[in-house]
């Protein structure tokens, strides 16, 4: 089949066409990687471990020659053997899934207003009210306000890049989806409102005296998001790394154990505490890590269990019982634009990523929402992340020197991304 295919650049995506017909499109990634000569051989590899079979020695003496395959045969057919046995269903490609945010993010970067913003705060400076009125409109002096404190802060992501810039970019990509309302600027501004609260608090004003301090809390809300915003972006905010990472610090500073007992007690005391509306998350939290098991570290664990079991159904919830969709989709263009600048995180961090795209995907989907602007978001972004999760696989399986290493390497990249692989 891949003799017969064709492609076209499309927006900056490309356009897989087969004899005439759109086949699919493809990311970037899996582009680059198809121009490979082996592409093939790696893809029919890849498909035998996604189906766990070990491949024919044929196949690997074509991908790494002869000397190699008995040893690579050996090893792969050893890992099937030692693996757990699973009923697991390979996840299929969707040949027709939407392209609404990836033309979105390719259209907005040709605006004047929105070049001028992102190339202000890459230079570390503030941008115009100007500039930032076509997108943010009567909640201006609020935007200005947070990018001027990320500014003083000098918050960075990992790539070294001034955190502004990603908010800046789900704003302008809810402003270019037309999400708002006419006449409004309301779901474009919560956009670039969405990391604020997490990014900004103080923390050792929040932690003061050992304790919560709720004051502080609601009067930085307050002072940051505009009253008719609050309720979205408090939803958006990961409440849950709030008492996960006040719940080390306080342990630490009594010169106690990390260890689940002593999380529990932490939480506990905390249920006790008047903390208004941010007593729902204790609860909520204490209530999983009371009936779960936490494998490896314990804190990564406790962080990954908040988030896919009520970080994300929380905002699920949220949206079903306000019957506004717009806020789910917000936190799917905020995970869409974190893949695409994905290639400056770890390997585990790329996994965790797509882990999350595809599970968004998949909580959107359990809300049973006819609102199609919510689907073609939830089908497009479990798109991308599907062929992202197979790129990652296919460039391991694309090398020729030190084979071994990548193959299993590959292999055990397929287990960590179970959630994306299979449905």
């Known amino acids: 089949m891949y003799l017969n295919l064709q492609y076209f650049l499309f927006k900056n995506c490309f356009i897989m066409v087969y004899r005439d017909t759109i086949y699919m499109w493809i990311n970037n990634e899996l582009y680059r990687l198809q121009r490979e000569k082996h592409y093939g051989s790696a893809y029919e590899l890849f498909y035998c471990f996604i189906s766990r079979k070990c491949p024919d020695i044929g196949l690997l003496k074509k991908l790494y020659g002869n000397e190699k395959s008995q040893i690579l045969l050996d090893n792969i057919r050893e890992y099937f053997i030692n693996e757990k046995q699973k009923i697991l269903i390979p996840r299929m490609h969707n040949s027709n899934t939407p392209l609404e ?40 002096d609020y935007v200005y306000n947070i990018i001027e404190t990320y500014k003083m ?60 301090n709720f004051n502080y809390y609601n009067s930085f809300i307050n002072e940051f998001i505009p009253k008719d915003l609050q309720q979205s972006v408090k939803i958006l905010t990961n409440h849950y790394n709030f008492f996960i990472n006040f719940i080390v610090d306080k ?40 009936n779960i098991e936490l494998e490896g570290d314990l804190i990564d664990s406790a962080k990954w269990e908040c ?23 917000i936190k799917g263009v905020d995970l869409s634009d974190n893949a695409h600048g994905k290639g400056s995180l770890s390997s585990d961090a790329k996994i965790r990523n797509l882990n ?27 798109e991308d992340a599907l062929q992202s999760a197979e790129a990652l696989i296919l460039y391991d399986l694309l090398q020729t020197q030190s084979s071994q290493d990548f193959i299993m390497s590959a292999l055990h990249k397929i287990k960590k991304l179970e959630p994306v692989f299979y449905t």
């Open 153 to 212: 802060m000098n918050l960075k992501r990992k790539c070294e890049l001034n955190a502004a810039t990603h908010l800046s970019r789900v704003g302008a990509v809810v402003y270019q989806l037309k999400m708002n309302d006419k006449g409004t600027h309301k779901y474009s501004t919560i956009a670039i409102m969405h990391d604020a609260v997490e990014d900004l608090l103080d923390y050792s004003e929040l932690r003061k005296n050992n304790k919560i």
């Open 356 to 382: 999350k795209n595809m599970l968004w995907g998949i909580i959107g989907y359990s809300m049973q929402s006819s609102w199609k602007p919510l689907n073609d978001k939830i089908e497009e972004i479990m």
């Open 251 to 290: 342990l630490n500073e009594d010169d106690k154990s990390i260890s689940l007992k002593n999380i529990l007690n932490v939480l506990e005391k905390l249920l006790k505490s008047k903390l208004g509306d941010l007593n729902e998350y204790v609860l909520k939290m204490y209530s999983l890590l009371s």
């Open 101 to 140: 945010i990836l033309i979105a993010r390719s259209d907005i970067e040709k605006n004047k207003n929105y070049q001028k913003i992102q190339s202000a705060i890459l230079k570390n400076e503030i941008p115009s009210k100007s500039n930032l009125k076509l997108f943010y409109g009567d909640y201006t």
């Open 307 to 329: 988030y896919k079991n009520l970080y994300l159904n929380g905002i699920a919830e949220s949206s079903s019982r306000y019957n506004d969709y717009r806020v789910f989709e």
